[in-house]
């Protein structure tokens, strides 16, 4: 009997591992025609569109065909050659066509790709210095293509740097337009170390210099604010900022396509300025935790102290427009497969109960369980 009561956890372990998988295994595919726009794949990392194909797997969506997203291939944009360092070896614009037989669009990323960006080879690393653009942003044709989206039916989400250079006025004002929002032309982004030359772009010391006359000195941790090459601002963590000085927070009435993400998520990557229009709901936003020193640097500049981080624009029979102010799908994770069921829901809760948030919290607790609702709700309604 005392042989027995040591045995029990190995059939409780086993049933804790096998239920998980074989729920998985089990799992119904989803077929939901979508296509992701990504210009900046210059390498064999497709770091931009990763996090959402990995999530696109892990709950079951799929082509029409039934078969699984692939990160390397079912996308739109630049396909990265064979040997790092050469230019892209194909590329391919978002058409109308490709709306037409699609049931969400995601414009994941359209900075490009540049001439410095392949200068590093096999070591496979961004340039931090501004360069020709050899396939990069968005055109005018895609925008309309984009833009008409809603109006068909179609579900159209668009983030960070959609908006951004070197996408051109004539295009950005049309996807403004679709969106309901209006870009304010300031970026951000936070660094671990102001001073480390390897994560600091160039063009934003430079800037930094031109403007206030000094040298940039900064040294650990802070965000850096940026409006074209003209207005730098810095806030540094201790000084203007608090320990987390960014964080995203749901608007209330919670949206129940958030209702399973996070408030105070730290958010620590680039993002992007935006003012909601009155047909654009504002369903969370970015929120500054700053010192007075760090509020007052932010009005200097007619900042808001909170903006939108989510929005969604859908009026008169239209699909929803949404648009992300954020980097959100460029994220550091791990993106081999977890076959286990309740996964997310585990990882989201381990997160939250952490003294120190991760790199990647923002990824489980906040944009992970606001894109399984969106997705989720699509691949259950029947395609028009």
């Excluded at 042989?3 to 591992?17: H, K």
């Excluded at 296509?35 to 770091?47: E, G, N």
């Excluded at 005018?140 to 006025?169: C, D, M, V, W």
């Excluded at 989510?310 to 497969?337: L, S």
Aim: glycine letters at 6%.
């Amino acid at each position: 009997m005392r042989t027995l009561r040591w045995l029990w956890p190995v059939p409780a372990i086993a049933l804790a591992v096998l239920v998980p998988w074989a729920c998985y295994a089990v799992r119904a595919p989803r077929p939901l025609d979508l296509v992701v726009l990504d210009k900046t794949v210059p390498f064999r990392t497709w770091i931009e569109h990763r996090s959402l194909f990995w999530l696109l797997d892990h709950t079951g969506v799929v082509t029409a065909k039934g078969a699984p997203y692939d990160e390397t291939s079912d996308y739109l944009g630049a396909y990265p050659p064979q040997r790092a360092g050469d230019p892209p070896a194909s590329t391919r614009d978002l058409s109308a066509a490709d709306v037409a037989a699609a049931r969400l669009i995601y414009l994941a990323d359209t900075y490009g790709v540049h001439a410095l960006d392949l200068v590093s080879g096999e070591a496979q690393k961004a340039a931090l210095e501004r360069s020709e653009t050899i396939y990069g942003g968005l055109t005018p044709a895609e925008a309309r293509a984009a833009a008409f989206a809603p109006s068909a039916g179609k579900t159209l989400i668009a983030e960070f740097n959609t908006l951004g250079s070197p996408t051109g006025a004539e295009a950005r004002a049309t996807l403004e337009d679709a969106l309901g929002v209006r870009w304010t032309r300031w970026i951000g982004r936070y660094f671990m170390r102001l001073e480390d030359r390897s994560e600091v772009p160039e063009w934003m010391r430079r800037d930094y210099e031109r403007e206030w006359k000094r040298p940039w000195e900064f040294r650990g941790p802070g965000y850096v604010l940026m409006q074209d090459d003209t207005h730098c601002e810095v806030l540094r963590v201790g000084f203007e900022a608090d320990a987390i000085g960014l964080t995203i927070e749901r608007e209330r009435p919670i949206d129940p396509a958030l209702s399973l993400a996070a408030d105070g998520v730290p958010y620590p990557y680039w993002f992007d300025v935006v003012e909601a229009g009155p047909d654009a709901r504002h369903l969370a936003s970015f929120q500054w935790h700053l010192t007075p020193a760090g509020l007052d640097r932010l009005r200097a500049r007619g900042l808001p102290e909170r903006f939108p981080a989510v929005t969604r624009k859908a009026a008169g029979g239209r699909a929803p427009a949404w648009y992300f102010a954020g980097d959100f799908a460029d994220n550091p994770m791990d993106a081999r497969p977890v076959p286990f069921a309740g996964f997310l829901t585990l990882r989201r809760t381990v997160e939250r109960m952490k003294l120190a948030p991760s790199e990647t919290a923002f990824y489980w607790t906040f944009y992970a369980p606001m894109m399984e609702r969106i997705v989720g709700a699509l691949a259950e309604e029947r395609t028009p």
